[in-house]
């Protein structure tokens, strides 16, 4: 992550507006060169495993799950917070974590399957 | 013998022909036995004193499913309901033991019941497997079926002088765990029960396995202990699961536990690969791997004996 966005995150809640198009401007310019902030937020689901786990990303950044298995997976919040619907193959479910904190969730088709979000 | 089975020869035929679909079950001295269906429609050898079916256990349909492993599971579940309508002498009951539906969705469960209309006995109980509950706001399948439970998805019913109970174990899941009933259903069991002659045949039906076939894939029902204890001064209690798409079975005292094949795909053994996902098999190879299960009532001596039958 780059030290802009980096900073971005730690403002409160009534400068992201105005620090957001100045990261999209910071984006737009570095874009291609710089990391994909995108890379970080997928988690891909195959063979009935989460990975990465655990994944850390900074607050407001939306993370995706992407199902690569034949069969059907969910990623269900412990807490409640978050729950996709069946995941069929090649589907996805996004979620954006606006809050710093540690976040578990488990596939409740396969309640053996579980993973954790840290966000920062 | 006016209590047994009577199958034809040529429907006898048309089982092998779908491959060996099912199990029947039959009430033998309080205990159900199982007997392969095809084995009993042939009746040559006297294998087939069933008494008259009480119930087919369908199974894991699956409904919405596509990929490799059957692409199309509508007409498995329709060879099966072929199979069930073909039986001389029809099932008063039908048994879904959940996973209607592969994705909960509304088309899928609609379908389902369009198919389940074809069959000839009408009464059908179900549970919910968690397959069916994974819609944002868990409703399609009770919207459906929740009625019987007053969308609690547990309930009891009596047939023949048998006793059901109809568990949901897939809701309350325990991350890295097992299925779980909960304190609120089992206190609901115990009342249940309460009262009931031990004389009295049980049946107990959920989706997933209430006795722990193997832990790491899930297959198991955490809490299935406590609900085993109600049940162990019944002289004859049949535990039907569906949920790992094979038969596997056990007896343990008076109490006969029996999961059944699904009638839309295999899947592997326990521990055999990443995870109970479906199984390829080679297509002249599927049909003898999925199936249903059936249940008599035998009246001299009274039992539930069980039989199997895949559809190939």
């Known amino acids: ?120 | 013998m006016s209590d047994e089975l009577r199958l034809s020869r040529r429907n006898a035929l048309k089982c092998m022909a779908f491959g060996g679909a099912g199990t029947l079950f039959a009430l033998s001295g309080g205990v159900l036995v199982p007997f392969d269906l095809s084995m009993a429609a042939g009746d040559t050898k006297g294998a087939a004193k069933l008494g008259k079916p009480l119930f087919v256990q369908i199974s894991d349909t699956h409904i919405g499913f596509n990929k490799d492993a059957n692409p199309d599971v509508n007409a498995t579940l329709t060879q099966t309901i072929d199979l069930v309508n073909g039986m001389a002498e029809q099932p008063a009951l039908i048994i879904h033991t959940g996973d209607i539906t592969h994705l909960s969705k509304p088309a899928e469960f609609d379908l389902a019941q369009q198919l389940f209309s074809r069959l000839r006995s009408s009464e059908m109980h179900t549970v919910p497997g968690e397959h069916d509950t994974t819609d944002a706001t868990v409703t399609e399948y009770f919207n459906r079926f929740g009625k019987a439970s007053g969308n609690k998805g547990y309930y009891s019913f009596d047939h023949a002088g048998v006793h059901f109970v109809a568990l949901i174990n897939v809701l309350q899941f325990k991350p890295g765990g097992l299925g779980t009933l909960g304190a609120e259903q089992l206190a609901w069991v115990e009342a249940d029960l309460k009262g009931r002659s031990s004389s009295t045949p049980i049946v107990v039906f959920a989706h997933m396995p209430l006795w722990t076939i193997y832990e790491p894939w899930g297959w198991g029902t955490g809490d299935a202990d406590q609900l085993m204890t109600q049940l162990r001064r019944f002289g004859s209690v049949t535990v039907l699961n569906g949920h790992i798409h094979q038969i596997v079975q056990k007896v343990e005292g008076n109490m006969t536990f029996h999961t059944a094949r699904a009638t839309s795909y295999p899947q592997p053994a326990a521990g055999v690969g990443s995870g109970p996902g479906p199984l390829k098999v080679p297509s002249d190879q599927l049909a003898s791997m999925l199936g249903i299960t059936s249940v008599s009532v035998v009246k001299h001596p009274s039992s539930l004996a069980l039989t199997d039958t895949a559809l190939a």
């Open chain 1, 1 to 120: 992550m780059n030290p802009a966005g980096h900073q971005f995150w730690t403002l409160t809640h009534g400068k992201r507006l105005l620090c957001f198009t100045a990261l999209m401007g910071f984006l737009a310019v570095c874009g291609p060169s710089s990391a994909d902030p995108a890379d970080a937020t997928k988690i891909v689901v195959k063979d009935f495993m989460f990975a990465p786990t655990p994944l850390t990303i900074k607050a407001g950044s939306t993370v995706t799950w992407t199902n690569m298995d034949d069969e059907p997976h969910t990623a269900v919040s412990d807490t409640g917070l978050f729950k996709s619907g069946g995941m069929d193959t090649n589907d996805s479910f996004s979620f954006k974590f606006d809050k710093p904190g540690t976040y578990h969730y488990t596939c409740s088709i396969h309640p053996r399957m579980v993973g954790t979000i840290i966000v920062q």
